[in-house]
């Protein structure tokens, strides 16, 4: 075997070289693919995307590097920023209403990854109180985590999100806040956003949760509304630290809320920063 290996590397003695110069082409190919975008977003102003490499790279690549569909989801995304305002504006993480909604943990990314490599989050859609907690806020929140999710982790979320939806405690109060507006406006930010929805779980579902659910689908597209599954309890997601809420080894729902909520405060510049990339909107 090792006679074998030292003839391989005998007879081919450029492999290294060959395997560092096609990774050096494909480096160049995607800088002069990210100057494109800047470019194009220079010729148009009115869209005020966030020109840095890193930000215009991950548009890329969750578009296979495709240039004409980067900008496409670049003008989709910033024109969702700025029409959606009741959700990207007044980031503060230290409002009463979005701390509230912080330490109760509605939005709870998963350490790691699953089996496929993939992220992990977990939505719980019953743990706020409707008497209290506005669904636009609670999405605003969510959000807010969401976008520092993908500044943190950009290599697990460009191979895509897997959302697990506990709707453990669920009331006709939490069914009531989602008008058909409302939930039109949350699967298209689904869309909107750079990073791909890979599986939807629905889980701890109530009898009747079909009824709720079909309102959802009328507004997915058919290849979001192929990812969407329904179970009784657990989960059919593997991934090593799933919270001990849901059959796991990782950290509890209350856990991943403290760290999250932590993290959330010490990056209050981020949300002011982000703030300022939203399209122009005509009124």
């Known amino acids: 075997m090792c006679s074998h290996d030292n003839d391989i590397v005998a007879d081919y003695p450029d492999l290294d070289s060959t395997f560092e110069n096609e990774q050096e082409l494909i480096l160049k190919k995607e800088q002069l693919q990210v100057q494109e975008l800047r470019d194009w977003l ?30 496409k989801k670049l003008k989709t995304f910033y024109q969702m920023r700025a029409e959606r305002t009741e959700w990207f504006e007044n980031c503060d993480p ?56 993908l500044k943190f982790e950009p290599d697990n979320c460009a191979r895509g999100i897997v959302a697990i939806m506990d709707m453990q405690g ?24 750079p990073c791909q929805p890979k599986l939807l779980e629905f889980t701890n579902t109530p009898r009747h949760v079909n009824i709720f659910l079909n309102t959802f ?6 290849k979001i509304r192929s990812r969407v599954a329904v179970r009784r309890e657990g ?16 950290p509890s729902y209350k856990e991943l809320a403290i760290k999250w909520k932590q993290l959330v405060e010490q990056h209050a510049d981020f949300y002011l920063e982000q703030g300022k990339y939203k399209s122009i909107v005509k009124r």
Not at 47 to 64: D, E, P, S, V
Not at 170 to 193: C, D, F, M
Not at 235 to 250: A, E, F, R, S, Y
Request: proline share 5%; glycine share 6%; hydrophobic share 40%.
């Open 42 to 71: 220079d010729a148009n102003p009115n869209i005020n995307g966030c020109k840095a490499y890193a930000n215009l790279h991950f548009f890329l690549r969750t578009c296979k590097f495709d240039v004409d569909r980067a900008k």
């Open 235 to 250: 989960t059919m997601v593997k991934c090593m630290q799933l919270p001990k809420d849901l059959g796991g080894q990782g």
């Open 94 to 149: 230290m409002l009463p209403e979005i701390q509230e909604l912080l330490a109760l943990g509605v939005f709870l990314p998963v350490d790691g990854v699953d089996e496929q490599q993939r992220k992990v989050v977990i939505i719980r859609t019953a743990a706020h109180d409707p008497k209290r907690h506005t669904q636009n806020n609670v999405f605003k929140t969510s959000k807010m985590i969401l976008d520092l999710l």
């Open 170 to 193: 669920v009331q006709l109060g939490h069914a009531l806040q989602l008008n058909p507006k409302l939930i039109k406006r949350s699967v298209e930010s689904w869309t909107a956003y």
């Open 217 to 222: 689908r009328v507004f997915m597209t058919p």
